[in-house]
């Protein structure tokens, strides 16, 4: 490889997924001069981001892969020759929950990320910097150095921490300007080395006030806390969404109202079914068990209630719909606009909409379900995985999978919306309205539609934190 050297850095990465890929890209963007190779296990992820259908959905991601892939970024299963020749090495294999053991429910499990290391570890040539990617609890970096510094040929590595905040449909702006790119590294001449190499490459493209150093604790914990404290302010809103429902209130009007004020800021403000992703309540659960193991049991339990008041607000709406259709929603079609955790991805990770349906599949209703990015197959198969179908029942039993809104609206009695997509404003309701049965109800979990006007249509309207009980005319 070495006579070959064509280029002034080479970059390994781990984990070809949702932030391995895009992440990967935008480094291949900025670094003509920097080799990347992106490999993976599974040897399907990999085919699939070297065809024209990526694995993923991201805006502006096709065109970014189109424009470096062959030249200086490669997608490939050869973990052993990328690792060979990397100076720099980015893990971002999954960390999902453990499910069995010791934590089981909250702690993350690292066995893909042990299994990398030690990987690494056996078939590095020389001295590389690992970097961290994947959301690992505090102190992992301690661990994961031991693990590969431990190989019998005195190989040394240095161990940084280089969290990642892209937030997904967003991914391609996130990285391209990123608010912040934050690097922990040890304090020692060569972790300032290390820290020192992965600055420079994100200097070509960042400006140098927003790349911050920090210890990799600091580092670590700043990304789990990023997450936490994104994810309370949604539930902190949706809270207050069902008090605007019981007292009158318009919770967007609240959310504006508090928002003005400068020192709380608008974002993550928009009261809603419930947060999705793979992150929010992964990386919660995690710092829950992190302040546990540290005998914090006060500071667990004041983070526990992100999740626990999530939890809520998604069974809160399934109750609302069988509550508001007259307690039976047995044998009715209700139709989902949306599956996917937020618009403009296809991911599916947690999402809201497999718990609204889960509860009302409990109930027995018929669910019909159309999204604009999500595969058929990827909601079959969140069906199983997230065991959300009634015991005894089979999938086409009581759900259909429609390609047009129209037709997964035909014949429904409600039409629930679980994420935010803009088509969704823009449909022919009254087209869809005349072929519902009646009534004919209209369940906004995102409060994106134009409410007046569907109720000037006929629609009985229920949406999160509005005021509507009072409007919602049970007489039709
Ligand atoms: C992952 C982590 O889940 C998250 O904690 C972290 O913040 C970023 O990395 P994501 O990229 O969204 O997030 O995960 P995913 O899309 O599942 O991709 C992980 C990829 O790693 C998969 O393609 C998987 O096949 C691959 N993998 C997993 C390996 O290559 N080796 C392994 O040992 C395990
Ligand atoms: C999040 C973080 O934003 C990102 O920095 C981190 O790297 C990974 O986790 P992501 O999960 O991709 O990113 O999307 P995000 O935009 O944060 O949305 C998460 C969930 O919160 C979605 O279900 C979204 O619909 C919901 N949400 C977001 C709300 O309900 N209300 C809001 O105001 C904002």
Request: hydrophobic share 40%; with cysteine.
């Amino acid at each position: 490889m070495a006579s070959e050297q064509k280029f002034d850095c080479y970059i390994a990465c781990l984990g070809a997924g949702y932030v391995g890929g895009p992440t990967m890209a935008v480094i291949a963007k900025n670094c003509p001069n920097i080799k990347v190779t992106v490999v993976d296990i599974n040897p399907v992820q990999i085919s699939k981001w070297n065809s024209d259908h990526l694995p993923i959905y991201e805006p502006g991601l096709d065109e970014m892969v189109k424009e470096v892939r062959g030249k200086n970024l490669f997608f490939t299963t050869d973990s052993e020759s990328a690792i060979k020749e990397a100076e720099l090495i980015f893990v971002s294999v999954n960390t999902p929950t453990k499910m069995h053991g010791v934590g089981a429910g909250r702690a993350a499990n690292l066995k893909n990320w042990e299994l990398a290391a030690r990987f690494i570890s056996k078939v590095a040539n020389g001295p590389k910097i690992v970097i961290e990617k994947s959301t690992l609890p505090v102190r992992t970096a301690h661990s994961m150095r031991r693990v590969l510094n431990s190989n019998d040929r005195g190989i040394k590595f240095e161990i940084l921490s280089n969290p990642e905040f892209l937030a997904e449909g967003t991914a391609i702006s996130d990285l391209m300007q990123p608010d912040r790119v934050l690097i922990g590294g040890e304090s020692t001449e060569e972790g300032q080395k290390a820290v020192n190499r992965l600055k420079w490459v994100y200097q070509k493209w960042v400006p140098e006030p927003k790349i911050i150093t920090t210890n990799l604790w600091s580092s670590e914990l700043s990304k789990l806390v990023a997450n936490a404290f994104l994810a309370q302010r949604i539930s902190s809103i949706n809270s207050i969404s069902a008090l605007c429902e019981t007292t009158g209130a318009d919770v967007d009007e609240v959310s504006r109202a508090i928002g003005m004020d400068s020192r709380i800021g608008n974002k993550f403000l928009q009261s809603s079914v419930g947060f999705g992703g793979s992150c929010f309540q992964k990386d919660i659960l995690n710092l829950v068990y992190l302040c546990e193991c540290f005998n914090l049991p006060e500071v667990a339990a004041y983070w526990n209630q992100v999740v626990v008041m999530n939890d809520w607000q998604k069974k809160r709406f399934s109750m609302k719909i069988v509550d508001k259709m007259f307690n039976t929603i047995a044998g009715k079609k209700i139709a989902m606009l949306g599956f996917a955790f937020k618009k403009n991805t296809g991911d599916t990770r947690e999402t809201a909409a497999i718990y609204v349906a889960q509860q009302l599949l409990e109930e027995r209703a018929a669910i019909s379900i159309y999204d604009p990015k999500v595969e058929a197959d990827q909601i079959r198969h969140d069906f199983d995985e997230y065991k959300a179908l009634p015991a005894n029942t089979a999938f086409d039993d009581l759900i259909t999978i429609a390609t047009d809104p129209y037709e997964a609206v035909k014949g429904a009695h409600a039409i629930a919306i679980m994420t935010e997509w803009d088509e969704f404003k823009n449909y022919d309701y009254e087209r869809m309205f005349a072929s519902m049965n009646k009534p004919a109800f209209f369940f906004d979990g995102r409060n994106i539609a134009d409410h007046a006007k569907l109720q000037a249509i006929g629609f009985d309207v229920y949406a999160i934190g509005k005021p509507y009980d009072s409007l919602i005319n049970m007489d039709r």
